[in-house]
């Protein structure tokens, strides 16, 4: 039996608190109405989810030039904000904290969210990879580049949704620099060739990453925005050929920051991605995730390699995940053809452990 009391004392990210360190990672479940608005549904399966240290929730579009997948939430319009002050309250209510996910996935995306048009990204090559339509997962669109002149108006997009965000009662906002999509784009050196202030050296590549995150804190404060980064994974063709040192410039660029927490997805072995990125001069806290049971993420935290753990398959499957683990009680088994897309089968219909 595993102590797992490590992973259950508080936390403080920046002016997050959470109670333990068991952190829900963002799912994309495709569960929202055509109109990007959350539902009666999506406040139920988070309010079970309460007892998380930290909800990070589904990734959630800044603008709709942002959209790639079908039934995805939005954090752009009036309905949505009021949608997710539902979720937030019901989340408050039993005690939790959640935090949102700012998303735009660039060209991880399909001519039929763009009114037939092409999605955007830093330059005009396909992500070769799959997105969720009305058809089922078929091949990403063939992008079309970003002009220079564009880009501040997409980080407007970004000061517009932590705004809202802040009005719809979340704890903090989460800058979605990982997983493929359109920051991560611009980070890696394999997709971003421009010849502008966006593209070439490494530092020319991070500009988005910094303004967007610099734009967010703006909005809020430093302390309510964490960032989450996975480069050096390689998701949807984002492959970069020297992911640690990019990640390193990070490290010391956020630290200057004072970020709440940065959050890594973490693809590559002996939590490089990490160490790579304290080594830069991050000294806030970190969250990991990608491939963690209790043994490995209770050994993580204990050697100070992070200080808290996010759980994606088990939280869908473990509404009360936290205290599963404090009893060391049997674990719910997730089913994979019920992740994206559907009503509660699959995603509030999970038992709890007194059932």
């Not at 990125?277 to 992070?306: H, M, S």
């Amino acid at each position: 039996m595993t102590d797992a009391s490590p992973i259950l004392k508080p936390v403080t990210f920046g002016a997050i608190e959470a109670r333990n360190r068991v952190v829900m990672a963002p799912l994309t479940r495709n569960r929202s109405t055509e109109d990007r608005v959350p539902h009666a549904l999506n406040t139920e399966y988070y309010r079970q989810r309460a007892g998380f240290g930290v909800i990070v929730t589904e990734a959630t579009i800044v603008s709709p030039q942002g959209a790639g997948y079908l039934a995805t939430p939005g954090i752009y319009n009036d309905e949505q904000v009021a949608a997710w002050k539902e979720i937030t309250d019901a989340v408050h209510e039993e005690g939790g904290t959640i935090v949102l996910q700012l998303w735009h996935v660039g060209r991880v995306s399909h001519t039929d969210f763009h009114d037939g048009n092409p999605p955007v990204g830093p330059t005009a090559v396909n992500a070769n990879t799959m997105t969720f339509t009305t058809d089922g997962f078929v091949p990403t669109s063939d992008p079309r580049a970003l002009a220079t002149d564009e880009i501040p108006g997409l980080v407007q997009t970004y000061v517009d949704a932590t705004r809202r965000a802040r009005e719809a009662g979340f704890d903090g906002v989460e800058v979605h620099a990982a997983n493929g999509y359109l920051l991560e784009q611009f980070l890696a050196d394999s997709v971003n060739d421009r010849d502008d202030q966006y593209g070439g050296s490494m530092e020319n590549r991070a500009r988005l990453t910094l303004e967007v995150t610099d734009a967010v804190i703006g909005a809020w404060t430093a302390d309510r925005v964490g960032i989450r980064l996975s480069l050096g994974n390689g998701t949807a063709d984002t492959a970069d050929s020297d992911p640690t040192t990019t990640l390193g410039y990070l490290g010391g660029q956020l630290q200057e920051r004072g970020l709440a927490y940065a959050h890594f997805v973490e693809g590559m072995p002996d939590n490089a991605q990490v160490k790579a990125f304290k080594a830069g001069g991050w000294t806030g806290p970190v969250i990991g995730n990608a491939g963690y049971d209790l043994d490995r993420a209770v050994a993580t935290i204990e050697d100070e390699t992070v200080d808290a753990v996010a759980f994606g398959t088990l939280a869908i499957a473990n509404p009360d995940l936290p205290t599963r683990f404090e009893k060391d009680a049997e674990l719910n088994e997730p089913d994979d053809s019920t992740f994206y897309g559907g009503g509660a089968e699959g995603y509030t219909d999970y038992p709890f452990l007194d059932a």
